[in-house]
């Protein structure tokens, strides 16, 4: 079982940036694939970025390619999504979410999610 805390989110012009951070519980987190995903209003939710346990790998949606950044700190059971150039279609609520032994961008193959932090680009 894992529990997972976002922070970081909030209000940003147009070209700003966004640090958030998530937070989980558990001894065993670097067993885990860690996800950012979003979801804008009336939108499905969709992939950011992903990174494996040892945080060898990682991969960004090409929409947030060269912007976005996601990276792990294995001793302090964080994941952090780095936001740079933020634009208003990055709006949206961003989740972190985790999978254990499995690398996937897919949402539904994720086993747990945090409650999500709100992240509003103004034009």
């Known amino acids: 079982q894992v529990q997972l805390v976002e922070s970081g989110g909030g209000l940003v012009q147009a070209g700003g940036s966004l640090r958030l951070s998530c937070a989980a519980s558990g001894r065993t987190f670097s067993r885990y694939t860690m996800g950012w995903f979003r979801q804008a209003p009336g939108k499905e939710r969709e992939f950011v970025a992903t990174?494996?346990?040892?945080?060898?790998?990682?991969t960004h949606a090409d929409s947030v390619k060269g912007r976005f950044t996601i990276s792990r700190d294995n001793a302090k059971n964080t994941v952090a999504l780095q936001m740079n150039s933020l634009k208003p279609e990055d709006t949206a609520v961003y989740f972190c979410a985790a999978v254990e032994r499995s690398w996937t961008t897919r949402v539904y193959e994720y086993e747990y999610w945090g409650q999500g932090t709100q992240v509003t680009v103004s034009s």
């Open positions: 990174i494996s346990g040892s945080g060898a790998l990682r």
